[in-house]
């Protein structure tokens, strides 16, 4: 078993476990946002970001910043689905870097993916931010959990 935790440490972060109250907060998060999406209700969606990173991408050329997600969601009609058993917590839970599906709901099936940044706000979860390249909503994690400004640096062309 040992063996297994030291795996599953290995890397950027450690893999979830099976903490009722974490996935359910994490859970929360996603649903609330998919709602917002599908009834087209703003305000609920923007309820899951925090007021920054939904203005502003922290992630990068690869990432959006939350009003696009939302003007993109609810015009081309798909939300973000977890996988919340792939979800990596960071800074000892302070911080969980969960993968999901663009999904498309009339064509009922995924049509991209992304990761995404959720930090621990009082019994719930908000997202920084998300985007197509790991490496990049790492590096977010990283100065998240570092306390370091959140702009991403200058990529290179």
Known sequence: MMALWIAMSMGCGTMLPQDDARQKALSAAFEAMEKGIRDKDEAAFK?????????????????????????????????????LGQARMQGEGAAVIV???????????????????????????????????????????????KKEPLDPLQEQE
């Open 47 to 83: 309820a899951r970001w925090t007021p920054d990173g939904y203005e502003k991408n922290y992630v990068g050329k690869s990432g959006l910043a939350g009003k696009e997600v939302y003007g993109q969601g609810t015009r081309k009609k798909w939300f973000l689905k977890p996988d």
């Open 99 to 145: 993968p999901c599906q663009i999904w498309a709901w009339e064509k009922e099936r995924a049509v991209d993916k992304v990761e995404m940044l959720l930090i621990k706000d009082k019994d719930g979860y908000l997202v920084v931010g998300g985007g197509e390249k790991r490496e990049q909503v790492e590096a977010l994690a990283s100065r998240f959990l």
